[in-house]
């Protein structure tokens, strides 16, 4: 899965996707850590539901964009003992890619005048 | 974040729990606690920030969201299971075991699609009717008589009006009649049918109008209608046909509509007629001529009406117990009325025997899922060992199974295409309702579900052995041998498929041995292969005309005569094997006729005098009828029916008998009894009648040929036309082939069964041989052992042998019950065989233990190729 054009053969990335690979993008998070993680980086404004959000772990596992990691407790949390996930280099080579690939359609939005108002 | 404050109420866990399990098995076994913490926080987490309003916009995104993740997840799972299982039938190893699947899932399914669309199309179609099941059929009865099947009288027909378990009442009779309409006069099957018979039937014409109860009144322009085969074949579907006038027996109709070709019940009506008035019959309640059809009216049921019938019958009998002595009527489904019983009967069997044949199919592809899961159980410990969970295996395993079954089944629907079109042709004309034939939405449904059982069927058990296995010991066995281990597993599914093939193979040997007995049944007359036939329908039947029809045929059986090859003709009203019968009560002058108990029902026959030497029937007492000088009050009987009227014994000759129409015969002769109807009943009493009485409208020709009776068709043919050139004259049948058509069906469903019994064995006895094989391939060892401490080779067959046959013989035994317990529905449709002669049951037994044996012995020879100094130098 190293391979630069497999990883690009995954592009475009649906948005639970992208948003997942950002969340783990600085730390090791459980499942629901990430869902949280979402939430804030996002102003509450994406929630991920436990489907869509397990179901794309088990797909991120599968390609090898993430690994999961040995349960062990939140130290924030209840007492369960969760799963932890983290970002692989192919996964981080992914996200980059689907930001350069969003980056890219911004600017060709932005030349043809199509420019967000604001408020 | 520490929220154990809210707690997240019971049910709402519970429900959630549900939901989790439209995801496929082994991810929930990944990831359902995970799921159910990361929903048991966000609820709290909704209930704390936003109250009720959040958790409920919880519910409903948890459940979109769910539903959406789950079909997809499902659907990947099993584009990923089909994937693999494609790969592993069509990989190397494989591709023999899967061809070998293929083939005997495909013959299976195919048998069973195409045995299906049969008895879908004769019993279970809906017919072309408005509310098909309320139509009904009144048959009359008269238990005492021993009549369970019967026509109707028209002053009955008329009284059964007041009831009021029915909206329509209609009654139909047989009116085969000539058409002329300028071009070549043709013989046509016509009925005659009260007003309302297609309002009853809610049938529509396909064009013109039906008939109205004014076209049914005496003195009316006489008015037809003709049906679309018809309309198309002689008026090329024209729409101008309707209006024109066509002469019926020579009397004038104005065709009104064209009927729909298909009426339910027949489909070779070309000419419809409305009811009239028959002077003949319609006047007396003992002349029973009416097929009555009804309509239930709404709301009531089939007893409620049946209940009423009853009591209007019972009353009748007491107002006219002279003719309705003894009389009832039975109310059934217009089904039952198109579909003998025994025709019914038989395709319940047959379906039940392709339904057996599909199991011994299905356990076949079992055993070999098995052998082939023992070779794969190194792939299957090393997927455990990396963690694959046994439900993703099992559903794999389903999988590749159902992959299978699809396949096969889809090849199995070309055949079943293929062997439908081929029914079309192979039916015998017999069986109701075979112009329908086709495979439809139901018999699909049928033979997907046939597809997923089988799918189960061969993959459930082999999985669960696959699997049973824990993984080190999968892994074990698999190094040390390729072939897996003992399989107790296989030896019972060979045990169960043989003794399926035994339930099938008594079930196909007791219907041959009827149906022999069948073919060889004494008919009553000699050389059916020279006796040749054809019936003629006489378009003058006005009172004057009886005369002017009696010269005709007189002179035609001289002009007939005359030809060369031809050894004798007369005519007949009807002649053995032909599809239509007449019968009366009779006594011994004196009694009162159709009293039961005392009078016989008989069957009644207009005869010309040399009919008896034409068909050869001997003489036994007395003599026959004398040629133009006939007193019309003679009559010869039946040898049976002389015993049954004068059971003593006395000499019947010169007696006389009173017949239901009051009428006195005086008995000069008797002969001997000849199979009227079919093959499988006893002889029908019968009386014969000169041609001095009466003389019917249709009467039969029939000619005992010396020669070819084929050569004979276009001179009489041509004969015919010399006395009336306006004659038509239908096919001609040699009695050989109506005694044929009258056994065609039992001895298709023979053929059939037998086919089916034959492949099942064919199958049961390739399990045997692979089990045993494969037993002796495991034993090597232990065989090479006994070979070093001195056993001959013939005590090491045996030894291998000896295991198999036990398990053969259970099966056969197991097989024998079971045939033992369904005999009683194979024994309706037998003839001269018991369905549990145990002379069949000990043959049939005995035969497949060596086919067995056979199939026991030709693996375990291997055993005397081993080597045992070789094999245990390897061990």
């Known amino acids: 899965m190293s391979h630069h054009d497999d990883l690009e053969s995954l592009l475009p990335l649906p948005p639970a996707?992208?948003?997942?690979?950002?969340?783990?993008?600085?730390?090791?998070?459980?499942?629901?850590?990430?869902?949280?993680?979402?939430?804030?980086?996002?102003?509450?404004?994406?929630?991920?539901?436990?489907?869509?959000?397990?179901?794309?772990?088990?797909r991120l596992l599968e390609k090898g964009l993430i690994v999961e990691l040995n349960e062990r407790r939140d130290p924030d949390e209840d007492d369960e003992r969760r799963r932890y996930y983290r970002l692989t280099r192919s996964g981080r080579r992914v996200a980059q890619l689907e930001l350069a690939r969003l980056t890219e359609m911004v600017a060709l939005g932005r030349r043809a005048g199509l420019v967000p108002e604001k408020g | 974040m520490r929220s154990a404050t809210t707690k997240v109420p019971a049910w709402a866990d519970r429900?959630?729990?549900?939901?989790?399990?439209?995801?496929?098995?082994?991810?929930?076994?990944?990831?359902?606690?995970?799921?159910?913490?990361?929903?048991?926080?966000?609820?709290?987490?909704?209930?704390?920030?936003?109250?009720?309003?959040?958790?409920?916009?919880?519910?409903?995104?948890?459940?979109?969201?769910?539903?959406?993740?789950?079909?997809?997840?499902?659907?990947?799972?099993?584009?990923?299971?089909v994937r693999y299982g494609w790969r592993s039938l069509t990989g190397r190893p494989s591709w023999s075991f899967t061809a070998a699947a293929l083939l005997t899932l495909a013959l299976g399914i195919g048998a069973v699609t195409t045995i299906y669309t049969v008895v879908h199309t004769v019993l279970l179609a809906p017919l072309p009717y408005r509310g098909p099941d309320r139509v009904v059929h009144l048959r009359d009865v008269n238990p005492g008589l021993g009549i369970e099947d019967f026509s109707s009288s028209m002053p009955n027909f008329r009284s059964w009006q007041e009831a009021r378990g029915f909206s329509h009442l209609t009654a139909l009779r047989i009116a085969d009649s000539n058409l002329t309409d300028g071009s070549e006069p043709l013989k046509v099957s016509g009925l005659k049918v009260s007003a309302n018979f297609w309002d009853m039937l809610g049938m529509r014409p396909v064009a013109g109008r039906a008939f109205l109860p004014a076209d049914d009144v005496q003195g009316r322009a006489p008015v037809a209608m003709i049906s679309e085969g018809l309309w198309r074949r002689r008026y090329?579907?024209?729409?101008?046909?309707?209006?024109?006038?066509?002469?019926?027996?020579?009397?004038?109709?104005?065709?009104?509509?064209?009927?729909?070709?298909?009426?339910?019940?027949?489909?070779?009506?070309?000419?419809?007629?409305?009811?009239?008035?028959?002077?003949?019959?319609?006047?007396?309640?003992?002349d029973h001529r009416l097929i009555v059809l009804g309509r239930l009216a709404p709301g009531v049921t089939l007893q409620q009406a049946q209940q009423e019938m009853v009591g209007l019958t019972s009353r009748l009998e007491q107002e006219f117990p002279e003719a309705n002595k003894g009389w009832s009527v039975v109310v059934e489904p217009i089904r039952d009325f198109i579909v003998a019983d025994a025709v019914a009967q038989r395709l319940r069997i047959l379906l039940a025997a392709v339904a057996l044949l599909l199991l011994v199919a299905a356990t076949n592809v079992a055993n070999l899922q098995i052998a082939r899961a023992g070779g794969r159980l190194r792939e299957i410990g090393v997927r455990l060992a990396l963690g694959a969970s046994r439900a993703r295996l099992v559903r794999q395993m389903l999988t590749e199974n159902l992959l299978l079954a699809t396949a096969g089944g889809a090849a199995g629907l070309v055949l079943a295409w293929a062997g439908v079109r081929a029914s079309a042709a192979w039916l015998p004309v017999s069986l109701p309702r075979r112009e329908t034939l086709a495979?439809?939405?139901?018999?699909?449904?049928?033979?997907?579900?046939?597809?997923?059982?089988?799918?189960?069927?061969?993959?459930?058990?082999?999985?669960?052995?696959?699997?049973?296995?824990n993984v080190q010991e999968a892994l074990q066995q698999a190094g040390r041998s390729t072939t897996g281990g003992r399989s107790p597993a296989r030896h019972a599914l060979v045990a169960a498929q043989l003794a399926l093939a035994t339930t099938l193979v008594v079930g196909a040997a007791l219907l041959t041995q009827s149906l022999v007995r069948l073919q060889k049944v004494a008919l009553g007359f000699a050389d059916p292969e020279h006796l040749l036939t054809t019936p003629i329908t006489r378009s003058l039947t006005a009172e004057d005309a009886a005369d002017r029809n009696l010269d005709f045929y007189h002179a035609l059986i001289e002009e007939v005569r005359a030809l060369p090859g031809v050894a004798a003709a007369a005519v007949s009203s009807e002649v053995p094997f032909g599809d239509q019968t007449t019968e009366m009560p009779v006594v011994p002058a004196g009694g009162s006729p159709g009293v039961p108990g005392e009078s016989v029902q008989a069957n009644w026959r207009i005869v010309t005098a040399d009919f008896f030497r034409t068909m050869q029937i001997p003489l036994r007492r007395g003599r026959t009828f004398e040629e133009g000088r006939e007193p019309w009050q003679s009559m010869i009987l039946s040898e049976g029916l002389a015993r049954q009227l004068w059971p003593d014994g006395r000499d019947p000759i010169g007696r006389e008998v009173t017949l239901g129409n009051r009428k006195t015969f005086t008995i000069v002769g008797v002969v001997g009894d000849v199979r009227q109807l079919e093959l499988g009943k006893d002889p029908t009493p019968t009386m014969y009648i000169s041609t001095s009485w009466i003389i019917l409208p249709t009467m039969t020709l029939v000619v005992r040929t010396r020669t070819d009776p084929a050569a004979?068709?276009?001179?009489?043919?041509?004969?015919?036309?010399?006395?009336?050139?306006?004659?038509?004259?239908?096919?001609?049948?040699?009695?050989?082939?109506?005694?044929?058509?009258?056994?065609?069906?039992?001895?298709?469903?023979?053929?059939?069964?037998?086919?089916?019994?034959?492949?099942?064995?064919?199958?049961?006895?390739?399990?045997?041989?692979?089990v045993v094989g494969y037993s002796v391939g495991q034993r090597t060892r232990e065989l090479a052992v006994r070979l070093a401490l001195g056993a001959s080779r013939g005590q090491a067959v045996r030894h291998v042998m000896s295991g198999g046959l036990a398990m053969c013989a259970m099966g056969i035994l197991c097989g024998v019950g079971?045939?033992?317990?369904?005999?009683?529905?194979?024994?309706?449709?037998l003839f001269g065989v018991d369905a549990h002669d145990p002379l069949t049951l000990l043959g049939t037994s005995a035969a497949l233990l060596a086919a067995a044996a056979l199939a026991c012995w030709l693996p375990a020879r291997r055993a005397t190729r081993i080597s045992p100094s070789l094999t245990l130098r390897e061990g």
């Open chain 1, 17 to 58: 996707t992208f948003h997942i690979l950002v969340a783990l993008s600085d730390a090791d998070r459980h499942g629901y850590g990430i869902m949280q993680e979402v939430a804030q980086r996002t102003g509450g404004k994406t929630k991920l539901n436990p489907g869509t959000l397990y179901t794309t772990i088990q």
């Open chain 2, 15 to 81: 429900v959630y729990t549900a939901l989790l399990r439209a995801y496929p098995a082994s991810f929930r076994e990944e990831y359902a606690g995970e799921m159910r913490a990361a929903f048991r926080s966000r609820w709290r987490e909704e209930r704390r920030e936003r109250g009720l309003l959040g958790v409920a916009r919880l519910w409903i995104a948890v459940l979109a969201d769910t539903l959406a993740t789950a079909v997809r997840s499902q659907g990947e799972m099993l584009a990923r299971d």
């Open chain 2, 236 to 286: 090329g579907g024209d729409p101008a046909a309707i209006g024109r006038t066509v002469d019926v027996n020579l009397v004038p109709h104005v065709i009104i509509g064209i009927a729909p070709q298909d009426v339910g019940f027949a489909s070779n009506i070309d000419l419809w007629m409305p009811l009239g008035y028959d002077p003949e019959a319609d006047d007396s309640r003992g």
């Open chain 2, 439 to 469: 495979i439809d939405l139901p018999v699909l449904l049928v033979a997907a579900l046939c597809i997923v059982l089988t799918a189960l069927l061969t993959g459930l058990l082999p999985a669960r052995l696959a699997l049973r296995s």
């Open chain 2, 712 to 770: 004979l068709v276009q001179p009489i043919r041509q004969a015919v036309a010399r006395l009336d050139p306006h004659q038509p004259v239908s096919a001609f049948q040699t009695m050989r082939s109506a005694v044929a058509a009258n056994a065609a069906e039992p001895r298709l469903n023979t053929v059939l069964v037998a086919s089916f019994a034959g492949l099942a064995l064919l199958l049961a006895v390739v399990g045997v041989a692979g």
């Open chain 2, 818 to 829: 079971a045939a033992l317990a369904l005999g009683r529905a194979l024994a309706s449709v």
